[in-house]
């Protein structure tokens, strides 16, 4: 790679957006905040306005951080029966724990996998789409 290159050889988009940086350079970063998405990248100038996440990483966190925590209530429910209030005491802090970084993972990876497959708003086909 040349040094007077602009640019880094092109990351791995999802790997590098999991990390918190840019898809399409692996240097800049990718929020702004801590779930906020910067406007575009300070290295490479990527516009991340093509990336919409939407609710999909906030859906996965629930059933995967869900499943694991109502898990292991249920069993200690079961083995040791205590009482609610150790119950909140346990479950409600492991859940924050475990829920806030994973939904920054997983929103930084489905922005990554929105540039590496050229994902698009969809939109309906017109007319004039036909005609060409």
């Not at 007077?4 to 791995?12: N, P, R, V």
């Not at 150790?86 to 802090?93: A, G, R, Y």
């Not at 994973?102 to 698009?120: D, E, F, H, P, S």
Request: proline share 5%; charged share 20%; with cysteine.
């Amino acid at each position: 790679m040349a040094a007077d290159s602009a640019f880094h050889a092109e990351a791995d988009p999802v790997k590098a957006a999991t990390r918190g940086r840019c898809p399409r350079c692996g240097e800049g970063r990718l929020f702004a905040g801590f779930l906020r998405l910067d406007r575009r990248c300070s290295n490479c100038d990527l516009d991340y306005a093509f990336a919409d996440s939407g609710d999909g990483p906030a859906v996965f966190v629930i059933l995967i951080i869900g499943f694991v925590v109502c898990g292991l209530a249920l069993w200690m429910e079961v083995t040791v029966s205590p009482p609610l209030w150790v119950h909140f005491l346990l479950w409600v802090p492991l859940t924050l724990i475990l829920a806030l970084p994973l939904l920054r993972v997983l929103k930084g990876t489905m922005v990554g996998l929105q540039y590496k497959n050229r994902a698009a708003e969809g939109r309906l086909e017109t007319a004039d789409d036909r005609a060409e």
